[in-house]
C-alpha cells in the first residue's frame, strides 16, 4: 500500500485532524514529555538613572536567563504591581530626587522580605544604608561578584527555564 501525499491529505481531512492535534497526540503518549517541571526565570527589578548603563546591564542579565525590569526613575521602581512580582532589586546609589538607600527603605517597608542589591560606585554612602539592603556590590568590581550575590539571594542560580538545566 503506497502512501502519497494527497492519500495523506485525505487521510487528515476525513479525521479532522490537524497539525495541532498530531502534537496533542504525541504528548499523549510520551509522559515524559510532559513532566517537565518549567520554572520561571528569576525577575530582577534594575533602577539607575544612567539610561545607557541601565540597557548594558539589561542585555547581559538577559542573555543569562534572568529577566530584567529596568527603570531610570525610583519612583517608577516603586509602582505595586511591579515589586509584587520581582524577586530582587537592584538599585543604583547616587540617582537625583531619591538614592538608592532611601529607595531600599521604601521597597522594604512594603515588601519586608524581598533582597536588595545596592549596585554603586559611591564612596559616600550613609552607613545607615546596610540596615535596610542584603548586599553592596561595587559598580567597578567583577561581574561575577554581582552574579554570585544575586543567585546567592535569589536560592541559587537561575535555571534558564528547565528545572536541572545547565547554568
Same mark, same amino acid.
Given at each position: 500500500?503506497?502512501?502519497?501525499?494527497?492519500?495523506?491529505?485525505?487521510?487528515?481531512?476525513?479525521?479532522?485532524?490537524?497539525?495541532?492535534?498530531?502534537i496533542?497526540?504525541?504528548?499523549?503518549?510520551q509522559?515524559?514529555? +510532559? @513532566?517537565?517541571?518549567?520554572?520561571?526565570?528569576? %525577575? +530582577?527589578?534594575?533602577?539607575?538613572? *544612567?539610561?545607557?548603563?541601565? @540597557?548594558?546591564?539589561?542585555?547581559?542579565?538577559?542573555?543569562?536567563?534572568?529577566?530584567?525590569?529596568?527603570?531610570?526613575?525610583?519612583?517608577?521602581?516603586?509602582?505595586? %504591581?511591579?515589586? @509584587?512580582?520581582?524577586?530582587?532589586?537592584?538599585?543604583?546609589?547616587?540617582?537625583?530626587?531619591?538614592?538608592?538607600?532611601?529607595?531600599?527603605?521604601?521597597? %522594604?517597608?512594603?515588601?519586608?522580605?524581598?533582597?536588595?542589591?545596592?549596585?554603586?560606585?559611591?564612596? *559616600?554612602?550613609?552607613?545607615?544604608?546596610?540596615? *535596610?539592603?542584603?548586599?553592596? *556590590?561595587?559598580?567597578?568590581?567583577?561581574?561575577?561578584?554581582? +552574579? @554570585?550575590?544575586?543567585?546567592?539571594?535569589?536560592?541559587?542560580?537561575?535555571?534558564?527555564g +528547565?528545572?536541572?538545566?545547565?547554568?
Amino acid at each position: 500500500m503506497t502512501n502519497d501525499s494527497s492519500t495523506i491529505r485525505s487521510e487528515l481531512l476525513h479525521e479532522n485532524r490537524t497539525p495541532l492535534t498530531d502534537i496533542f497526540a504525541i504528548l499523549a503518549s510520551q509522559p515524559a514529555l +510532559l @513532566s517537565l517541571n518549567v520554572v520561571p526565570r528569576k %525577575k +530582577l527589578l534594575w533602577v539607575d538613572d *544612567c539610561e545607557d548603563m541601565l @540597557s548594558l546591564y539589561k542585555a547581559r542579565f538577559e542573555s543569562r536567563g534572568y529577566e530584567i525590569w529596568a527603570t531610570s526613575s525610583p519612583h517608577d521602581a516603586l509602582d505595586a %504591581k511591579c515589586l @509584587s512580582v520581582i524577586d530582587l532589586a537592584i538599585l543604583d546609589y547616587e540617582m537625583p530626587d531619591l538614592d538608592g538607600g532611601e529607595l531600599a527603605l521604601m521597597i %522594604k517597608n512594603r515588601h519586608p522580605q524581598m533582597p536588595i542589591i545596592l549596585y554603586s560606585g559611591s564612596l *559616600c554612602i550613609a552607613p545607615t544604608v546596610n540596615d *535596610c539592603v542584603d548586599a553592596i *556590590c561595587p559598580k567597578g568590581g567583577p561581574q561575577d561578584e554581582l +552574579l @554570585s550575590t544575586i543567585q546567592r539571594l535569589t536560592s541559587g542560580p537561575v535555571s534558564y527555564g +528547565l528545572t536541572g538545566a545547565q547554568t
